[in-house]
């Protein structure tokens, strides 16, 4: 402070300070906001393809549980199987004879989602069911083998190297799957040997 004198009194004049924000620090603030709000983003972007990815693995892996459980109990109900165009494996169908005229069809289909396998209960006029089972881009197919003097039926999948892996070094095989029942028997467990 400094101090002025008069005659008749003293006046003090203070130093004048402004209460303010620079421009430069205006540009920092924005700067550094922007950088927040970028990251944010950017982890909010990978958080939600993470959670898509890990959604469809799980529809995934539901939908081969269900045809699994499905398919064990068709083969164990059914009193004889046989298998349809067993020349073409992507037309290749299974039947399974259940009593009286009611028989059910495993085959292929495709749409616009991807490949599934098509469950269908008939009898012999109609329809009577028909469930789809989304398994992506798999390979199928069925087969009817004599093993201990039973009769088995399996359903083999191979589904390609799941591509979400970063990493482009790591060679992922084929994943396989196969869903093996014996042919009128409940309860029956399949141990095969190993290919």
Same mark, same amino acid.
């Given at each position: 402070?400094?101090?002025?004198?008069?005659?008749?009194?003293?006046?003090?004049?203070?130093?004048?300070?402004?209460?303010?924000?620079?421009?430069?620090?205006?540009?920092?603030?924005?700067?550094?906001?922007?950088?927040?709000?970028?990251?944010?983003?950017?982890?909010?972007? +990978?958080?939600? =393809?993470?959670?898509?990815?890990? $959604?469809?693995? !799980?529809?995934?892996?539901?939908? &081969?549980?269900?045809? %699994?459980?499905?398919?064990?109990?068709?083969?164990?109900?059914?009193?004889?199987?046989?298998?349809?165009?067993?020349?073409?494996?992507?037309?290749?169908?299974?039947?399974?004879?259940?009593?009286?005229?009611?028989?059910?069809?495993?085959?292929?289909?495709?749409?616009?989602?991807?490949? +599934?396998?098509? =469950?269908?209960?008939?009898?012999? $006029?109609?329809? !009577?069911?028909?469930?789809?089972? &989304?398994?992506?881009? %798999?390979?199928?197919?069925?087969?009817?083998?004599?093993?201990?003097?039973?009769?088995?039926?399996?359903?083999?999948?191979?589904?390609?190297?799941?591509?979400?892996?970063?990493?482009?070094?790591?060679?992922?095989?084929?994943?396989?799957?196969?869903?093996?029942?014996?042919?009128?028997?409940?309860?029956?467990?399949?141990?095969?040997?190993?290919?």
């Amino acid at each position: 402070m400094k101090r002025l004198q008069s005659k008749h009194r003293n006046i003090y004049l203070k130093a004048t300070t402004y209460h303010g924000v620079s421009l430069i620090e205006m540009l920092v603030m924005i700067s550094l906001i922007s950088v927040i709000f970028t990251v944010g983003v950017t982890m909010l972007a +990978f958080l939600m =393809r993470v959670e898509m990815q890990g $959604t469809a693995r !799980i529809r995934s892996s539901m939908n &081969l549980q269900r045809l %699994s459980k499905q398919f064990r109990e068709d083969v164990a109900a059914a009193r004889k199987a046989s298998i349809l165009s067993k020349e073409n494996p992507k037309l290749q169908k299974l039947k399974l004879d259940l009593k009286d005229d009611i028989f059910i069809v495993y085959s292929a289909g495709e749409n616009d989602n991807g490949k +599934f396998i098509v =469950r269908e209960k008939n009898n012999s $006029t109609q329809l !009577i069911s028909r469930n789809e089972y &989304l398994i992506s881009d %798999s390979q199928f197919q069925f087969s009817i083998e004599n093993i201990n003097q039973r009769h088995i039926a399996s359903l083999r999948l191979k589904f390609p190297p799941d591509g979400s892996h970063e990493n482009n070094t790591i060679k992922v095989p084929l994943r396989k799957l196969d869903i093996d029942a014996a042919i009128n028997q409940k309860y029956a467990y399949v141990i095969k040997a190993k290919e």
